[in-house]
């Protein structure tokens, strides 16, 4: 099956972001893809002082526009992430739309992004964002899909335990930057796929060197050998790759390292 990755050109216009969003969905239908993915924060600026000022309740504005192009195109549509607020509380939270509009899936971000680079970035998600509670997973005739938000995917055990569960692909909606993006945004979606013998794909928005935080972009697919099979630059673009579920099954038979584990000696397990 065909997957779509858009790497979206986000300005602080939230409606001019839904209605690009939706283009880009439906040329990616277009083009055959079955499965689309927009990026982290597709709606609004990314940063913490914008988190408040663009949050929704789900369902809402941006979720109600996905639901509606997701059943237009008849496509599964991972609707990248927006900020969200429930209960006085916000959450980083990507909505996930089947080919009838309705939702398959609500993913909020589960590792909050707190970090200090001394001299190059320091960042706190927690300042504003309430971290999610569960992992999530949908199911589509083609596979079964993980889903995780940018930081979430420098946890390998999240990565094993959807291996675990029976997904062949695992999508991260991403805004890396320029600091960890060179050394970090490839490099953690081939181990995760090589790990996992799975397909990883992580979206980015495009590159914008006038916002106040730079997303280093590179949209990417990458095979359960490890191999990059697609990658944008920092541009916004469409990103398509054909996923072969047959490779899938060669690499897992050639080695078969997910009954070769020794369970009896370890284990990663979901606790709730």
Request: a neutral charge.
């Amino acid at each position: 099956f065909r997957l779509a990755l858009i790497q979206l050109h986000v300005s602080a216009v939230k409606s001019e972001n839904l209605q690009r969003a939706c283009g880009l969905v439906r040329e990616a239908s277009a083009k055959g893809a079955k499965v689309v993915a927009l990026p982290e924060c597709f709606n609004s600026p990314y940063g913490t002082q914008y988190f408040k000022e663009y949050a929704e309740k789900i369902p809402g504005e941006s979720t109600q526009k996905l639901s509606e192009v997701a059943k237009e195109c008849a496509v599964y549509l991972v609707g990248g992430s927006i900020p969200e607020e429930d209960g006085g509380k916000l959450y980083n939270t990507c909505t996930v739309f089947g080919p009838d509009g309705a939702m398959l899936a609500k993913h909020r971000k589960v590792h909050l992004f707190d970090i200090n680079v001394p001299g190059k970035i320091q960042f706190k998600e927690s300042e504003t964002l309430s971290p999610g509670n569960s992992l999530s997973m949908f199911d589509t005739p083609y596979c079964k899909v993980g889903l995780g938000i940018c930081y979430d995917i420098r946890f390998a055990e999240m990565a094993q335990i959807y291996g675990q569960k029976g997904c062949q692909l695992l999508i991260y909606p991403g805004a890396f930057n320029l600091t960890t993006g060179p050394s970090h945004w490839e490099l953690l979606q081939r181990g995760r796929a090589v790990d996992n013998q799975v397909y990883v794909a992580a979206v980015s928005p495009a590159r914008d060197e006038k916002a106040s935080y730079v997303a280093w972009g590179h949209s990417t697919v990458v095979n359960p050998w490890g191999e990059v099979i697609a990658k944008a630059g920092a541009e916004e673009t469409v990103v398509y790759t054909d996923i072969d579920l047959k490779k899938l099954a060669e690499i897992r038979q050639q080695i078969p390292i997910l009954s070769q584990k020794r369970c009896d000696l370890y284990g990663v397990e979901v606790k709730k």
